[in-house]
């Protein structure tokens, strides 16, 4: 199995299947259409946020066949459910560990959740709750209540990520990127555009710089460390569309791709204005993208198609 921690695509499939890389993933127990899933390579544990306003914790389990194009992932039941959002959740990220779990909301705020085992065992905010799923099965939730509430944003927030130092970023419809300091939860940085802003990403030099894309064709790359930071200090242009995801390289400060609702993934490189490739991903919109063991890019689309790309070589 892969490891690390990865982000797997956007669905509204509710048939509950999802193709993930080496299998089939069954979910029995969603209860909305719309499903936003990290993966902690560590434990398998997954993280979904719903329409229902929640954000639950599963366990991924394998079921064993020769045939391994028919194996098939399988989450029975969510082990915690995060409860304390009052509209859906659009957007959801863990941290290296697992542990914590950051989530973006259409209610306009930010919710932070400590889901490792010891501290839900111990911790004051925690129920178990039983809940029927028919007449006949019964199962048992741990709920989970946010640890904190970082509120500032106007509009639904769009995209959270993990900053430097344990920060978390945040982008919004409302055209602005905040950063805050979660010890304090105060909101340390905030740079607004000129448009509402879809995806962000954090990432170059010392998980330094910003850079997110929205309701126009550039991806836009702020420095908050630099005077005047509402001015990018780099505009990408060559999409024909909205720009629906964006993502640094893992080990590269210079190499960023992003996703377009024209249907390609462009990949950049910052030394240069031109980007180095552009890939016709899908026939219609490309809903989500992220790389995919380093130098592939794993894309889904309003085709109905996953599609993964390898074979990038940087320099």
């Known amino acids: ?184 939860s105060i909101n340390t940085e905030t740079l607004v555009g000129a448009k509402a802003l879809h995806c962000l990403s954090v990432g170059g030099e010392n998980m330094s710089l910003f850079a997110a894309g929205g309701a126009d064709p550039v991806l836009r790359i702020w420095d908050p460390r630099m005077p005047g930071t509402n001015t990018p200090i780099f505009q990408l242009s060559s999409h024909n569309a909205w720009i629906s995801a964006c993502k640094w390289h893992s080990s590269s400060s210079h190499h960023i791709f992003s996703a377009s609702y024209d249907g390609s993934i462009k990949l950049w490189d910052l030394r240069s204005k031109i980007p180095l490739l552009t890939i016709d991903a899908h026939k219609g919109k490309v809903l989500s993208a992220d790389w995919w063991n380093k130098d592939s890019i794993v894309s889904g689309g309003t085709d109905s198609l996953l599609q993964i790309f390898s074979g990038f070589h940087r320099s």
């Open 1 to 184: 199995m892969p490891t690390g921690s990865h982000s797997v695509i956007f669905s509204f499939d509710i048939m509950n299947y999802f193709f993930f890389f080496f299998g089939f993933l069954n979910v029995n127990s969603f209860n909305s259409g719309f499903v936003v899933i990290s993966v902690d390579g560590e434990k398998w544990n997954l993280i979904s946020g719903s329409k229902d306003h929640t954000v639950r914790v599963w366990q991924l389990s394998q079921t064993s066949s020769k045939d391994a194009a028919n194996s098939e992932l399988s989450l029975s039941q969510p082990v915690k459910v995060l409860k304390g959002h009052t509209s859906s959740v659009q957007c959801v990220t863990s941290d290296r560990s697992g542990t914590a779990v950051c989530s973006g909301s259409w209610d306009c705020s930010i919710k932070l959740w400590n889901v490792s085992e010891r501290e839900n065992e111990e911790g004051p905010a925690i129920q178990t709750k039983r809940r029927k799923l028919n007449a006949s099965t019964e199962v048992q939730e741990l709920e989970v209540c946010a640890t904190i509430t970082l509120e500032g944003h106007k509009q639904c927030v769009s995209a959270v990520s993990w900053g430097e130092r344990g920060s978390v970023v945040s982008a919004s419809w409302d055209h602005s990127i905040r950063s805050w300091d979660v010890e304090t």
